[in-house]
């Protein structure tokens, strides 16, 4: 049997660094979020360890290389092993970033797809394809980005064709939003209204490192930011509470400073909700 996620739900990205914690103490987590390209070729004992972990807890996933807006044809065979992996862990959530990594050969990162309506109508026809061969709604994340090459609409305004256009889900990251704001000099609050709250599957929140007053680095590597945790207690307030999920990618602490952080979004989650 499936669990389902409520609503009122936060969790932790699964990290190798407290993996036995987690088996060892079943910690108080809502969910934890895994990369499935991190899990896929790892041999018989890793996947006994996930399967222990899902036994206990809900699973949501946070792919690395679907790479949804690149020039290159979709990798069919990769999507079919993810699907084949959510099927395996019953893992209902699947969610990628709304840019690129890959055109000709991988590219190691994240790249802004262009804001204009030609790409936002190639980028949902491709999340359709995803959909249909994974059976399951793809979950886009806003991503953030420092240039915007060949931009000819507002950002908001290409998340919310692709979503509209490829019926599609919305993994809300409101640090992105907030490092986006300063980069890009709009208003983040403005931005989070707009979104359609009918289409936020969950969200993230993580720490970003100020290189300057106006240029901020997504590093995924510090604490959440007072600016950030308050950019979300609006986001509920404007959208209803959603399963919030706490990244940490480096400098990765010990789990329970970790949980401390995550009872911040405890707390929020409890303020909207009352």
């Given at each position: 049997?499936?669990?389902?996620?409520?609503?009122?739900?936060?969790?932790?990205?699964?990290?190798?660094?407290?993996?036995?914690?987690?088996?060892?103490?079943?910690?108080?987590?809502?969910?934890?979020?895994?990369?499935?390209?991190?899990?896929?070729?790892?041999?018989?004992?890793?996947?006994?360890?996930?399967?222990?972990?899902?036994?206990r807890y809900p699973l949501t996933t946070h792919g690395l290389s679907l790479s949804i807006g690149s020039p290159d044809p979709l990798d069919e065979p990769f999507i079919l092993a993810i699907k084949d992996?959510?099927?395996?862990?019953?893992?209902?959530?699947?969610?990628?970033?709304?840019?690129?990594?890959?055109?000709?050969?991988?590219?190691?990162?994240?790249?802004?797809?262009?804001?204009?309506?030609?790409a936002a109508d190639y980028v949902a026809g491709r999340v359709r394809r995803v959909q249909e061969l994974l059976e399951r709604p793809l979950i886009l994340e806003n991503v953030s980005y420092y240039a915007a090459p060949g931009q000819e609409i507002r950002e908001l305004d290409f998340v919310r064709q692709v979503l509209e256009q490829a019926d599609c889900k919305l993994l809300l990251d409101v640090n992105n939003v907030y490092v986006n704001s300063?980069?890009?000099?709009?208003?983040?609050?403005?931005?989070?209204?707009?979104?359609?709250?009918e289409r936020i599957a969950y969200g993230h929140i993580a720490g970003h490192f100020d290189e300057a007053p106006d240029l901020l680095i997504d590093t995924h590597g510090s604490d959440v930011k007072p600016e950030v945790w308050k950019l979300l207690e609006y986001a509920y307030q404007q959208?209803?509470?959603?399963?919030?999920?706490?990244?940490?990618?480096?400098?990765?602490?010990?789990l329970a400073e970790l949980r401390n952080q995550a009872n911040k979004i405890s707390a929020l989650q409890d303020a909207a909700d009352g």
């Open positions: 049997m499936r669990r389902r996620q409520v609503r009122r739900s936060v969790g932790i990205g699964l990290r190798r660094e407290f993996l036995a914690d987690v088996l060892q103490e079943t910690p108080a987590v809502g969910f934890w979020e895994v990369a499935p390209e991190n899990w896929i070729p790892r041999g018989n004992e890793a996947s006994r360890e996930l399967a222990e972990i899902r036994e992996f959510l099927d395996r862990y019953q893992i209902d959530l699947y969610s990628e970033h709304l840019s690129y990594c890959s055109a000709q050969g991988h590219l190691y990162d994240l790249l802004p797809i262009p804001f204009t309506d030609e300063v980069n890009h000099s709009y208003d983040p609050y403005e931005f989070i209204r707009q979104l359609p709250s959208h209803g509470v959603f399963p919030t999920l706490l990244e940490r990618d480096f400098n990765i602490p010990p």
